[in-house]
């Protein structure tokens, strides 16, 4: 009854799922036994309508010991079952597996509340932030302590932390632009690359370029080459079939000083992730 919303359960009589995490209030309060004014009762960091759907107990956190924390499920399980709310990212995209995967496990957020924007250009720092998270397995409460180099980063920045523990892995250099980081600039195709292989700890000293627009001595063809030749099974997709970690143009060029889109670093630092970091 709206008495039991108002005085008991403290819910919106007026909607019928107050915490909007697509469970209505009586699912949650009856069925579910969960939190209807909290999206993941549990606190595990999946939400608990993607636990009830994936058969998971929205009420325990980490319930299969046996198997992957369910925060690797999301990214690495071929059964996971996956729910965004972005209305421009469309099921039959092929970034939307990408977007809602990374989305579920909590690395990267909307433009807005309903709107991802994949083919915007994706910020230095937000590129980072990805990294950290997914990468290097760190967030910003692995950052205290840490300070980083930067002159155009300062502690009110939301970034300074993701930057800091970035610093600090070796995956970002005060010796690559000098002393400024340039977080709100669009991050370009070769330097993500750069960031990525750095963060997942790849080097080689001999590698082949395979793109016209790319040369020897460029600062991040040994990055291009390795995450080129680097394939892996994604799990949202034929399993028979690898994929590239990073692939250039059908003119066989890279274009590693153009911007890369949201969509496109999701990619690159997802399948990075899945080719080394769950291996």
Known sequence: TDYEEVITYLTDPLDTDTDGDGLTDYEEVITYLTDPLDTDTDGDGVDDYNEVSNGTDPNVADEDEEEAAEEEEILESETYVCEEP??????????WPIVCRVYSYGAIQGRTETYFVPNDQITRAEAIKIIDILLLEKTEDDASGLE???EDVSSSDWFQDYIAIAEEAGVVRSADFGYSFYPNTPMTRGDLALYVVRAVGLTSYSFDIEYTDVEESDYFAYAIAL????????????PDEEVAVVSGYEDETFQPYEDITRAEALAMIYRAYLAVVAE
């Open 86 to 95: 972005f209305v421009d990212v469309l099921d039959a995209d092929w970034s």
């Open 148 to 150: 980083e180099s930067f």
């Open 227 to 238: 995450l080129s030749e680097e394939t892996v099974d994604v799990p949202y997709d034929d």
